[in-house]
């Protein structure tokens, strides 16, 4: 595993044990890096001679990008998978070369804003739009603005709920209390649902994998309570 020495990273490294549970010690090899080193070509060249045939980069894009092109070239193969933060194409899967990210696997639930495949669709029409009005210079294919996008359109969402009641104990009532909203910029089959009891907001993932082109792959629920 390849993570960030922050909290960010911590929290993915003691998340994938937790997961493992007593199957942990498959981990052969953890390494981290600094966000303020220019490469991680060493760490790289670490796991690669652990012996490893999965490397989980649990990382921001800019390392994202040179491990997919590190491992491309210096010829290793493992299943690789990174994680959300880190699944942008244009901010990510482009600089490291399509060729080189095929076969990468990650977890999504928002439209690509780059696919072709949505530009029909009215929830891409109206984040176009927005960008086009509001943010021109921007990054419109960035997943990055699609988050800010679909964020401020829940807060939204939980402010409509409030009707004239902006105390803060109606807010948080109402943020623990949203049924099956459907935001613009998110995958057909995923909606939003919280209750007093389960704050989780993203509750369903596209599992994928990149093809040179897109993401692919199917949605899966998670059902379990906190």
Known sequence: ???????????????????????????????????????????????????????????????????????????????????INASSVSAVLKPAGLDNAKGVVSV??????????????????????????????????????VYGYITAQLLVQVLQQCGDDLTRDNVMRQAANLKNVELDLTLPGISVTTTPTDYRVNKQFQMVQFDG?????????DEAKE
């Open 213 to 221: 082109v897109r993401w692919l792959g199917d949605i899966v629920t």
């Open 108 to 145: 999504g639930y928002v439209k690509d804003a780059a696919d072709p495949e949505w530009k029909d669709d009215p929830g891409m029409k109206r984040y176009l739009a927005f960008m086009a009005k509001y943010y021109p210079d921007g990054d419109k294919d960035s997943n990055l603005n």
């Open 1 to 83: 595993m390849l993570y960030q020495n922050d909290d960010l990273g911590k929290d993915y490294l003691a998340g994938l044990k937790a997961g493992l549970g007593g199957k942990s010690n498959m981990v052969v090899a953890e390494t981290s890096y600094e966000i303020t080193e220019p490469t991680i070509d060493s760490q790289i060249l670490r796991l690669k001679d652990a012996g490893a045939d999965v490397l989980f980069s649990a990382t921001t894009p800019k390392q994202a990008a040179q491990a997919i092109k590190k491992v491309a070239e210096i010829g290793w193969k493992p299943l690789h998978i990174i994680d």
